[in-house]
């Protein structure tokens, strides 16, 4: 797998189970797209690679690593709740997963707090293809 269609897989799940399926809009790495404004739920994707190993001898037998950041973002005066309901929903939508040739591993939902004008909550998702 190329690093683009690992790229694109990622994306077309995120696309499908958050942006699509929790109705939240998205802003990927290099987005030309303004994070919304108004007291929005939104999130901001991140794929972060990690290194390729070699697994055995052969043309296709390396394995990329590496970890989607979902950073979350809401308004201050809506607590916790509904960034913590959309990190639950990212853990269902990948955690133990595989899926167009990416494993999805254990999920982490960490809230930040206040940043800025918004509460944040990050999800990490590790996943190896």
Not at 27 to 37: F, G, L, M, W
Not at 59 to 75: E, I, K, N
Request: with cysteine; charged share 20%.
């Amino acid at each position: 797998m190329t690093d683009s269609q690992l790229h694109n897989a990622i994306r077309d799940r995120f696309e499908a189970y958050v942006a699509g399926g929790g109705n939240v809009p998205v802003v990927y790495d290099n987005d030309p797209k303004a994070p919304p404004s108004g007291g929005a739920l939104w999130c901001r994707c991140t794929i972060q690679r990690n290194e390729t190993i070699q697994v055995e001898s052969g043309p296709a037998s390396y394995r990329r690593h590496g970890r989607v950041d979902a950073q979350l973002f809401g308004p201050l005066t809506r607590g916790d709740g509904p960034l913590l309901e959309l990190a639950d929903g990212i853990v269902s939508a990948f955690e133990g997963v595989t899926a167009a040739g990416v494993r999805y591993g254990a999920v982490t939902v960490r809230p930040i707090g206040v940043r800025g004008q918004e509460y944040q909550v990050n999800v990490e998702i590790p996943f190896t293809a």
